[in-house]
T-cell receptor, first 115, second 115 residues
């Protein structure tokens, strides 16, 4: 398995633009998580899905953030409009089962820079 | 809410030496998992070792071992015979083993390894 695949690896955009981050989870995994990593706040959970259904989006910082999972093999995290304070590394992770003893499998992240 | 604290922002070790990274957590629960993840410069989050709270025996994975002190809510990671490839950010994480609890991370410890 290729693991969790995220694209793009780096994204630089201007303030006010729409940004879409993409994630392909491991085939067969039924949970998908989006995390954001910053120096100040560390790794924060934004939202997670179970079988393509959003379960908890309480970590989504503002209405400018939205996430979708149209099928079991694809998820997006969209920021519209983007702001400089959204600059961070965004990780997608997946797992088989919610309380898996193996933790989550993470992608390599997307480094977002908003200028 | 559960919190995870890593009090050492940065640690240094020489090759072949042993280093211990500290982690404490705050919970009133008794059934949970603890994890250590490694994040090298590639950004990939790699699971290093895990510990189930009900197991008294400390987990070991090759050169990596933990010192799990449940009463003290402490979960330190010991790296023996340190190698240059161990240089990375290390994250401690907690997950309750019931309900809809997701991984909660500490802010990380940067480990520097010198020849």
């Amino acid at each position: 398995d290729a693991g969790v695949i995220q694209s793009p690896r780096h994204e630089v955009t201007e303030m006010g633009q729409e940004v879409t981050l993409r994630c392909k989870p491991i085939s067969g995994h039924d949970y998908l998580f989006w995390y954001r990593q910053t120096m100040m706040r560390g790794l924060e959970l934004l939202i997670y899905f179970n079988n393509n259904v959003p379960i908890d989006d309480s970590g989504m910082p503002e209405d400018r953030f939205s996430a979708k999972m149209p099928n079991a093999s694809f998820s997006t995290l969209k920021i519209q409009p983007s702001e400089p304070r959204d600059s961070a590394v965004y990780f997608c992770a997946s797992s088989l089962g919610f309380r898996t003893v193996y933790g989550y499998t993470f992608g390599s992240g997307t480094r977002l820079t908003v200028v | 809410a559960q919190t995870v604290t890593q009090s050492q922002p940065e640690m240094s070790v020489q090759e072949a030496e042993t280093v211990t990274l500290s982690c404490t957590y705050d919970t009133s629960e008794s059934d949970y998992y603890l994890f250590w993840y490694k994040q090298p410069p590639s950004r990939q989050m790699i699971l290093v070792i895990r510990q189930e709270a009900y197991k008294q025996q400390n987990a070991t994975e090759n050169r990596f071992s933990v010192n799990f002190q449940k009463a003290a809510k402490s979960f330190s990671l010991k790296i023996s015979d340190s190698q240059l490839g161990d240089a990375a950010m290390y994250f401690c994480a907690y997950r309750l083993n019931s309900g809809y609890s997701t991984l909660t991370f500490g802010k990380g410890t940067m480990l520097l390894v010198s020849p």
